[in-house]
């Protein structure tokens, strides 16, 4: 037959509803933050904060930018790299053997 125990039940239920949640809070942009409309591709200090130490533009994830501001600083980052602000890839280090 059926073999069922109701406390085995009510104990899974209450296990399942102590949980804690994930209580986290969302990262803001820092774009957002300071209510810029235009990220000026001329400001390379600030735009050197979205590129890897080997020149790549950072992903939205790693900067904590929305979507947004994501697209503005990557045509910022591509237009500072066209003016030759930004260089398009750093020297990286090579083993020689």
Same mark, same amino acid.
């Given at each position: 037959?059926?073999? $069922? !125990?109701? $406390?085995? %039940?009510?104990?899974? *239920?209450?296990?399942? @509803? @102590?949980?804690?949640?994930? @209580?986290?809070? +969302? +990262?803001? !942009?820092?774009? !957002?933050?300071?209510?810029? #409309?235009?990220?000026?591709?001329?400001?390379?200090?600030?735009?050197? /904060?979205?590129? #890897?130490? #080997?020149?790549?533009?950072?992903?939205?994830?790693?900067?904590?930018? !929305?979507?947004?501001?994501? +697209?503005?600083?990557?045509?910022?980052?591509?237009?500072?790299?066209?003016?030759? %602000? *930004?260089?398009?890839?750093?020297? +990286?280090?090579? %083993?020689? /053997?």
């Amino acid at each position: 037959m059926f073999n $069922w !125990c109701w $406390w085995k %039940l009510v104990r899974r *239920i209450m296990v399942f @509803n @102590n949980k804690k949640k994930n @209580n986290f809070r +969302r +990262r803001r !942009c820092e774009t !957002c933050d300071q209510k810029l #409309t235009y990220v000026d591709y001329k400001d390379v200090e600030f735009l050197s /904060k979205f590129i #890897t130490a #080997t020149g790549q533009i950072k992903p939205h994830s790693a900067t904590g930018a !929305c979507a947004k501001d994501q +697209r503005k600083i990557a045509n910022a980052i591509k237009r500072a790299r066209f003016m030759a %602000l *930004i260089p398009y890839s750093k020297d +990286r280090v090579r %083993l020689v /053997k």
